[in-house]
């Protein structure tokens, strides 16, 4: 007897695995987020210090940045409002590699979610970046493209943090290096932590975005004269 | 007490207040402006547990510098204070403290602090602060809003250390947090959003302090800081950093404005004062051809 479905796949998870796929073209694979200057000083070398420093990255920064950013977008009413957030999460990254890198890839996302996942919100936010109104954020194209298939505001924010911590996690197995198997470790051991910050991020308010903390920050901003780097950022 | 001004509160002339609304243990506005050549309060109003000094003139410019003093001592939970600093055109304010805030235990809620600045054309704020001191259990929330003009100079430090216990032991405080909001023209540059939870262990607090215990922090924002300024500061600090006994560990970027960042951990006020005093110095020679700052309180 033929298998047949429960129920219907959602036609929003396939838009939410090819926005998160860390083959999208945002050149993520060339930031490391000041990972990199952590492998300098051998402060994360091996599976387990890297598995240590992601959950921290993720609930500690990650939540406060990019996974707010992406859970404001999508409540967001207008384009004023986006334009507020993108001004806040672009003010916010005080690393110039940082801001630069969010500007890069927030463009590149930003070019491929109105390509393929159009909407009338993508467009304005589009209009709003190319007339220099806004920065451009990954967070907030991410966010209006996965809005516009119908995905859940949950889904939408739990899929973005997944896809930069696997971001991460490929940089780390060539950066530390680890095993591809050790990656998929870290990345199993992520999902809990993923789960828990979502949790969080919908418990933050506007004043949280951007909050930053002072290693971290030094870290990233050290990274501007590190020598022999992998990484941009 | 003879030093504190005793000149009563000019409301109606300072305009409807930022903090309205709010009940507030401490309120201080200020407003300062040139007369006969040299910055002075042209309007001022304290009530609560905040208050200022008489002006101090610290070198041979038009530069004033007030002092707030806190009299009560220390912050307690649920506390709320409100600073308004508006500086004229093309005046020079420097304002410190008296001695450093202390934070205390906050169960359940936090202290908090809002600092709204307004910086006309050509006008300069420095604003260098005594330490921040929070004890164990203690939770404070810094909320600053500067808006300033393309000519107008903004230099904002803060230092954050955790308070000792009487057998000598450092206290690990709940949480702080120093949001500055910068904005030029009306447009936002930089949004400087500070947290720093200890946690329960330096595991927890990989990303914030490693394993330190102190952390300092500088945010300038002036047309004149060019890209090169940031190296040279960069490589200044590091020299002045590598100098101390105790390590420092820092960070400086560029950042919109134009301005420049500054993060500092270390276990020590004194040695990330030294690295701060050397990056302000240099900033206010390079912008305004100033000598270094010598607050004489020490």
């Known amino acids: 007897m033929p298998n047949t479905p429960t129920s219907p796949a959602a036609g929003h998870l396939l838009t939410l695995l090819q926005l998160s796929d860390s083959a999208l073209p945002t050149g993520s694979f060339s930031h490391s987020l000041g990972l990199e200057s952590y492998l300098s000083t051998e402060a994360v070398h ?49 690393p110039r590699q ?40 990954p967070g907030i194209a991410f966010a209006l493209g996965a809005r516009g298939a119908g995905a859940p505001c949950a889904d939408t924010v739990a899929a973005y943090l997944f896809s930069t911590i696997t971001s991460l996690t490929q940089n780390a197995i060539r950066g530390i290096p680890i095993g591809q198997n050790a990656g998929q470790r870290v990345l199993r051991a992520m999902h809990a932590p993923v ?37 941009m950022s | 007490m003879s030093a504190i001004m005793a000149e009563p509160p000019a409301i109606r002339e300072l305009g409807p207040s ?19 050549g040299k910055g002075i309060a042209t309007r001022q109003y304290h009530a609560g547990a905040l208050r200022i000094l008489r002006p101090h003139y610290l070198d041979d410019t038009a530069q004033v510098c007030y002092t707030i003093v806190n009299p ?8 709320n204070y409100g600073i308004e600093v508006s500086v004229d055109a093309d005046t020079s304010l420097l304002l410190t403290t008296q001695s450093a805030t202390k934070v205390y ?25 005594d330490q921040l001191i929070a004890y164990r259990g203690a939770s404070y929330r810094q909320f600053t809003h500067v808006d300033m003009q393309q000519d107008s100079s903004l230099l904002f430090c803060e230092v954050l250390t955790p308070g000792w216990s009487p057998d000598g032991k450092l206290f690990r405080y709940d949480e702080v947090r120093m949001r500055t909001e910068v904005s030029v023209d009306g447009r936002l540059v930089v949004l400087d959003n500070l947290l720093v939870k200890p946690g329960a262990d330096s595991l927890d607090s990989l990303l914030f302090l490693q394993d330190y215990t102190h952390v300092g922090m500088l945010l300038a924002i002036d047309a004149n800081i060019g890209a090169g ?9 590091y020299k002045i950093g590598e100098a101390q006994r105790t390590e420092v560990h820092l960070g400086i970027s560029q950042v919109p404005g134009p301005g420049i960042a500054v993060r500092a951990l270390s276990n020590s006020t004194e040695a990330i004062n030294a690295v701060l005093m050397a990056v302000i110095d240099a900033l206010r020679h390079h912008l305004r051809g100033q000598k270094p700052l010598n607050l004489r309180k020490y």
């Open chain 2, 229 to 237: 300024d940031v190296e040279r500061m960069r490589e200044l600090a």
């Open chain 2, 105 to 129: 235990k906050t169960p359940g809620t936090f202290v908090r602090q809002d600092m709204v600045v307004s910086l006309g054309p050509g006008a300069v704020l420095e604003y260098v602060p």
């Open chain 2, 72 to 79: 009560g001592g220390g912050y307690l939970g649920g506390d």
């Open chain 1, 195 to 231: 789960l828990q910050t979502v949790d969080m991020i919908f418990g933050l308010e506007v004043q949280d975005l951007g909050a930053a903390a002072p290693g971290l920050e030094i870290a990233q901003m050290r990274h501007e004269h590190l020598r022999a780097r992998m990484f």
């Open chain 1, 46 to 94: 091996d599976e387990a210090s890297f598995t240590l420093w992601l959950e921290k990255f993720l609930s500690q920064s990650l939540a406060y940045t990019d996974g707010l950013t992406v859970r404001l977008a999508y409540e967001a009413a207008g384009g004023a409002e986006l334009a507020r957030i993108d001004a806040l999460v672009t003010a916010a990254a005080v």
């Open chain 1, 98 to 137: 940082i801001r630069e890198a969010g500007v890069k890839m927030g463009a590149r996302m930003l070019h491929v979610a109105t390509n393929v996942f159009p909407t009338p919100e993508l467009e304005e936010y589009r209009l709003q970046v190319q007339s220099g109104a806004c920065s451009g954020h």
């Open chain 2, 18 to 36: 930022p903090f309205a609304g709010t009940k507030l243990v401490g309120e201080l506005r200020l407003q300062v402006g040139t007369r006969a």
